[in-house]
């Protein structure tokens, strides 16, 4: 009996150190601020009673697509607009104007007439005077992808948010990990029409006065042959994973992180399918000049399984692409060509220049690389070498590509939201 007491007390000394335990904490108090995008729902009705006008200048709090017509740079803004730059001295860009479109990521531009995306629907603006931007057409429910709930009219938004969090250190019992999670052209012409130049990442683009759009998975295709009033022709399924598009002579080509599919836009309203060059899962933007493609291939976030090389694929048989060599690279994404010189984005590694007039040789004849800065995409354009980054938009003299010389940095202000 005397020993059974003795062993509940025992039992009941250990229950009171281990309450004892777990109600001591440490006061330590650990804060964390961080920058994401919290998703929310809006309905269609809302946003097309948002104001989508021209405003005054304002900077740049995160850089999308880059495009280039004739004196202007035009630099998209992620789910707010499209800022207009008068580029005419590459040295001293001047900010113009700003057009606000919410849900915005792409644009391209025919004969004075932007059109850009805005959530499910595409719109297009006159911009004959850049200071005075003025909408002329918005075409409904092209970009359904978008829609959440289309019977409810509600798409998935995101909107920028800065967020606290305050964790109580070294408590016993509790992980105190503290997890935080983050949602997050080639130049063509013809006598009908004037196009610009945008960049190796771009979902927009145009050709023989059709405006050509993709998505996730599809192609759409739009009759601009009356540019102020764009017309919705057709959607081609073509699988998943799709992220980019690049047109040249009567042809389209596509990234994909599976592979580049190349269509005959002949028929421009109606492209039609030649084959599909296949790779390793990778992020994919694509360059054509003659009869080569150039293909950048990476790892990263949405493409984990990829590989980090530069692809040659000679095209002058585009129902049989082959591949004719290949070269490492650190993490290379948008690209841009430039008769015998190649450019190449290298992330957060910076910018890397190439003599690309012999295809075998290419990885070996660098010619420049400048680091210090992150290089998402780049346009070899008239009058400078455009490169665009998380941290600003950069122009470069690139007369000499041995020897690139900055000539002007747009700063990107990350407190303007």
Do not use: W
Not at 57 to 75: E, H, M, Q, S, T
Not at 90 to 95: M, T
Not at 153 to 168: E, P, R, S, W
Not at 347 to 359: M, V
């Amino acid at each position: 009996m005397k020993k059974n007491i003795q062993n509940l007390k025992f039992l009941f000394f250990i229950a009171i150190v281990i309450v004892s335990l777990s109600s001591c904490k440490d006061e330590v108090v650990k804060t964390f601020t961080y920058h994401t995008q919290t998703p929310y729902y809006l309905s269609v009705a809302d946003i097309r009673q948002m104001v989508v006008a021209e405003e005054t200048p304002r900077a740049i709090a995160a850089p999308g697509k880059i495009y280039i017509y004739n004196d202007f740079l035009f630099v998209s803004e992620p789910n707010k607009g499209i800022h207009i730059i008068d580029n005419n001295n590459p040295a001293k860009p001047q900010f113009i104007s700003f057009i606000n479109i919410p849900g915005t990521a792409d644009l391209a531009i025919n004969n004075n007439v932007l059109y850009a995306d805005s959530y499910i629907d595409l719109l297009a603006f006159d911009i004959t005077n850049p200071r005075d931007v003025k909408l002329v057409k918005r075409v409904e429910d092209v970009f359904e992808n978008l829609y959440i709930n289309k019977e409810k009219g509600m798409v998935l938004g995101y909107k920028d948010t800065i967020i606290t969090y305050t964790q109580n250190s070294g408590d016993i019992y509790h992980n105190g990990r503290g997890e935080m999670f983050t949602l997050t052209n080639s130049f063509s012409s013809n006598a009908k029409a004037s196009y610009g130049t945008g960049g190796s990442t771009a979902k927009f683009t145009l050709q023989n006065s059709s405006l050509y759009t993709v998505d996730n998975n599809s192609l759409k295709t739009f009759n601009v042959s009356d540019e102020k009033n764009p017309a919705f022709v057709k959607t081609i399924n073509l699988g998943f994973g799709i992220e980019t598009i690049f047109p040249y002579n009567d042809k389209l080509f596509i990234g994909s992180t599976t592979g580049m599919h190349i269509y005959d836009a002949s028929n421009p309203l109606s492209p039609k399918k030649l084959s599909i060059y296949q790779h390793v899962t990778s992020c994919d933007p694509v360059v054509v000049q003659g009869k080569y493609a150039y293909v950048t291939l990476r790892s990263g976030n949405f493409c984990r399984q990829g590989v980090n090389l530069l692809e040659v694929i000679d095209i002058e048989d585009a129902t049989k692409p082959k591949l004719i060599s290949s070269f490492p690279m650190i993490n290379p994404h948008g690209l841009s060509i430039d008769g015998g010189n190649l450019y190449i984005c290298e992330g957060l590694s910076g910018l890397k220049a190439f003599d690309s007039s012999n295809i075998y040789n290419i990885g070996q004849k660098q010619l420049s690389f400048i680091k210090g800065f992150e290089a998402i995409d780049v346009i070899a354009g008239p009058k400078s070498l455009i490169v665009t980054g998380k941290d600003g938009v950069y122009q470069f003299d690139y007369s000499n590509p041995a020897n690139l010389i900055q000539l002007s940095r747009i700063n990107i202000d990350s407190d303007y939201q």
